[in-house]
């Protein structure tokens, strides 16, 4: 029987519907003829791959110190679990209520976790993809607490009205055995003693259970004969309890910045009471009361003075400090400032067993925004260096690009200057937390992600084999400079914060260079040199965009001239503008008082030492022009191969010459199009008042109001509000009036309809749909290229699309992609012998044609729809309309391993395929629907089937819409699990055990099973079975349940032991048979004779 493919069904579905809807339907299945599409919809399937980054808003923390693996919760119900470097989790609860508490079964496998929904999870972590097995829902009383003590399989659960219930954590089946809140105080208190905050078994005694209430009543509840063996009252509220390992004393923390030590066998008041942070006074009364001890830890260790750790208890009047954490050893206390508020922090120690010398050799606390690893063990607590990639956020990201397959020198080059910013300090030792395996299977070629951030920075990472590693760090800031304070901050900056931040970036890989757009209408350019440079005048150049509409001849006729090339000390025309080599460092205001030639930021006057790596060349700032603030940057271009870098924004495009340090082109829109503009344009009134043009945030975004929408992309409001340049023109083309520069494409291409040999040209797509071109004369020779200029000349329109052209492509007559043409990497401050080696334009494959013979095309994509047209005829031969009720964000045409296709993010959360050169339809996902501007501002395509976004403030998400990766992610993925023998216990010694002095075990089966304890009220809790998979069922047969495989290996020990013994059994009862009967002899043998006769 035929297999019935029903993909192949929608793939000639859809080529009928997209040769249907083609602008020219007969030269479509001409062209179609000619070039072979390999793409099919099978090639295509969309799945996360990998979180990286910083878990945004934690609330808890586990450990497990066998598999040495950390676990973090979030505030939305997200899972983060950490091993060795490059081998991380990410999961999530359902029902997305916050993590308030998570507990592994340590050295299982498993991980139990409690959310603020009163609900319970059972987490099996022996999959690569972790799964819930089970979850028990209560519904009358609220969780608070819960405990699970080493090596056992019930859960303590604590809850509001001061009850605690336990928990068989193999079945999630609730036990009999309830221990209620008036009998635990029965009359030593009158009142409520309010939810329970803590509770642990005493570490030599496991039938004996400490329960903290939050009233400051503490109990020692005796398991087995039910009641309260001991109650400890003290008048503040508790925050936390800790055992001493030998089980006769307990540390609590307090409200009032206070801990007390209590002895066991000592009720009536506390051993001892310290206020660690507060002042003594002389007269001997008690300490000023400080603020709540929130955690307190007491490790011991076999060789020294044992630990107390402890988080908050600082003095009230340490107002504006910042959150600390406190080690006292001994009689030395040391206070650690942490940069952000501590939510959780965990001791970890060499033995899990709770009644031996805990040794403790490092502290993870987990911080609001940052997670810092202390090393106990050498002086003066350094930290470890985390090779986590948690630094993403250390200032808000603003811009994101990702390159797949990448040149392989790259990445070693990128390290190696990298490695020299690397901050000291350090602990030696290892990075503690490194469990787990890496995948097998990884992609062979390298991935880079580049983000640019709101302080200026922007950052390169290694994003290969799903791993996310910071290369190198650049800082845009040292160019200009900084203002000490208000007072000193210009008056001439556009956006109320975060002058320096990064807006739009543009990288050649192959020659290395890198341009970046801030948000202060400023562009830098900068090359990579491996030497160290001190440069003693910073290039810059200003240039004048013009924001009113005026009169102007046709760009064909007078182009030239409207265009003319700055040069220094030439009168500064309307549209030009003079290059300097200082900024000007006063406001220049024009006759009327307005500010005038003014550039935003101020460049430094002095000289700047440049380390290896990233070196600026070139400085390019738009200036006020008559009082009206320059517009921010839309869109931006470099090639390296012509030496030219373009932007535009709502005023017009520039052109700059970054070689001769010139300007080329300085043009507003209406220019572009000469006499045959197809729009009615209206001389704009110019403003009545400055008016900032804000961060990255879209000023036509209808759900914005007016005070976000000049806010900077790191305000309070920069996650929920559109913060994406106008280049992905978020908004429909009613919206907007002005026609914006949205996409810029450097090409060798047949740019008019007359041309039969490719020139350089500059593609300019716009905000109202239309695609046009100008054609450069760039010199062949490097010797003219720097004293000849670059000719100019306007094309006009090419094409016109719906909505803003996002993305424009070449393809050559077989259909595969031409990429732009490129100039080799060189080391600009090598001698100039090496410079001639190395330096070498790659020119893309030059399409020729014969006269009436189209030889190459373009692929066009726009926020509603894509076309290909062929070239030099300009005749649309395929056109698909992407989305009629919403608009691309996103649109980036990649390769795949079996071709080329436009890969497509949608504002409705659709994420689209297209293949080329026919615009079939591939792939169409409804994937995440846009509720956070970040996610708009950051989602960018790659090739290979790669893609990313920043899905909260601190984390990208990575994606694959490749069905070949998506098959290999089991084996891309690392392992959590790792099969490792528990310590031994700890031995007891002689004396302990002949004197009962060592630790007690209980057979807690025998006191909360169902046959000693009875069934629970089944109102109290719902037990809902998980959705994990047969892998996890088998996981958890082996792992979480393996009791019942423990206990058969068991049974057939003892069964052998017991035939054995029994075969001991028969041999001394034939033995005791042989002697009976000899003895028997003897005594016949002897009976009648008398003693005298023996």
Known sequence: MKKFNIRKVLDGLTAVSSSSSSASPQTGNKENDIIQETLQSEHFQLCKTVRHGFPYQPSAMAFDPVQKILAIGTQSGALRLFGRAGVECYCQHESGSAVIQLQFLINEGALVSVLADDSVHLWNLRQKIPAVLHSLKFSRERITFCHLPFQSKWLYIGTERGNIHIVNVESFTLSGYVIMWNKAIELSSKTHPGPVVHISDNPMDEGKLLIGFECGFVVLWDLKSKKADYRYTYDEAIHSVAWHHEGKQFVCSHSDGTLTTWNVRSPAKPAQIITPHGKQPKDGKKPEPCKPILKVEYKTARAGEAFMILSGGLSYDTVGRRACLTVMHGKSTAVLEMDYPIVDFLALCETPYPNDFQEPYAVVVLLEKDLVVID?????????????????????????????????????????????????????????????????????????????????????????????????????????????????????????????????????????????????????????????????????????????????????????????????????????????????????????????????????????????????????????????????????????????????????????????????????????????????????????????????????????????RCKSPTSDARDNSFSRSRSSSVTSIDKESREVISSLHFCDCLSRKSEVAAVTSLWVGTSLGTMLAISLNVPSTPEQRMQQTVGISFCGSVVRLKGGIQRMALLDSTGSLQPPAYEGWYDPNAPEEEKEKTRKRRPASPPSTQENQDSHYAVICSEKQAKVVALPSQNCVFEHNITENSFVLRADVVVMPAGICIACFCANGHIMTLSLPSLRPLLDVNYLPLTDMRIARTFCFSNQGQALYLTSPTEIQRLTYSQETCDNLQEMLGELFTPVETPEAPNRGFFKGLFGGGAQSLDREDLFGELAAGKASRSLAQHIPGPGSMEGMKGAASGVVGELARARIALDERGQKLGELEERTAAMMASADSFSKHAHDVMLKYKDKKWYQL
Not at 490 to 495: E, G, H, K, L, N
Not at 569 to 587: E, F, M, R, W, Y
Not at 653 to 667: G, H, P, S
Request: hydrophobic share 30%; glycine share 8%.
């Open 376 to 708: 106990l063990a050498q002086p003066g607590y350094p930290s470890f260096e985390s090779p986590y990639p948690l630094s993403i956020h250390e200032s808000p990201v603003t811009c994101c690009e990702y390159f797949a397959d990448c040149p392989t020198e790259l990445i070693p080059a990128l390290y190696s200057v990298g490695s020299r910013q690397k901050r000291q300090g350090y602990s030696k030792k290892e990075w503690p937390i490194s469990g787990g395996n890496w995948g097998q299977g990884a992609q062979s070629y390298p991935e880079i992600i580049i983000t640019g951030h709101a302080d200026g920075s922007v950052k390169f990472w290694d994003a290969s084999a799903l791993m996310l590693q910071v290369l190198y760090k650049l800082k845009t800031v040292k160019v200009f400079e900084k203002a000490r304070n208000k007072e000193e901050k210009p008056s001439t900056d556009i956006v109320e914060e975060d002058p320096f931040a990064i807006q739009s970036l543009s990288w050649c890989p192959e020659s290395r260079v890198l341009c970046v757009a801030g948000v202060s209408a400023h562009v830098l350019v900068y090359w990579f040199s491996k030497q160290e440079i001190t440069t003693e005048e910073v290039q810059l150049l200003e240039v004048r965009m013009q924001p009113e509409l005026n009169e102007v001849d046709s760009p064909d006729a007078g182009g030239e001239q409207a265009s003319a090339v700055s040069t220094p000390g030439a009168s500064s025309s309307p549209q030009t503008s003079d290059p300097q080599k200082h900024p000007s460092t006063s406001s220049n205001n024009s006759s009327d008082g307005l500010r005038d030639n003014v550039p935003c930021l101020r460049v430094r006057n002095t000289p700047l030492k440049q380390s290896p790596g990233y070196q600026v060349e070139l400085v390019i700032q738009l200036v006020w022009v008559s009082g009206e603030p320059p517009q921010q940057i839309t869109s931006l271009a470099v090639n390296s191969a012509y030496g030219l870098v373009a932007f535009g924004n709502s005023n017009g495009l520039a052109v700059v010459d970054y070689l001769q340090k010139t300007l080329l082109i300085n043009v507003g829109t209406a220019e572009l199009y000469g006499s045959s503009d197809p729009h009615q344009r209206q001389p704009r009134s110019p403003r009545k008042a400055r008016q900032p043009s804000g961060g990255l945030c879209d000023v036509n975004d209808g759900s914005l109001g007016s005070e976000d």
